[in-house]
């Protein structure tokens, strides 16, 4: 995965794949079957984690 500009993902994908199967195996990738995270104030923190994973 690249970032090029204007808030872009470029994704290096197999020839033979359509763009759903991509978004369903980077929505596999990018969303484990875990539970998030709580602290103490009950915020989760899975969205921190997505931003960090897409930076």
Known sequence: MKKIEDNTLVFIVD???NKQQV???L???M????TPLT???ERKHMS????TIML
């Open 15 to 17: 020839v033979k794949t």
């Open 48 to 51: 921190d984690w997505l931003l």
């Open 39 to 41: 602290d103490p104030m």
């Open 23 to 25: 978004m369903k195996k």
């Open 31 to 34: 969303w484990p079957r875990s």
């Open 27 to 29: 929505w596999t990738l």
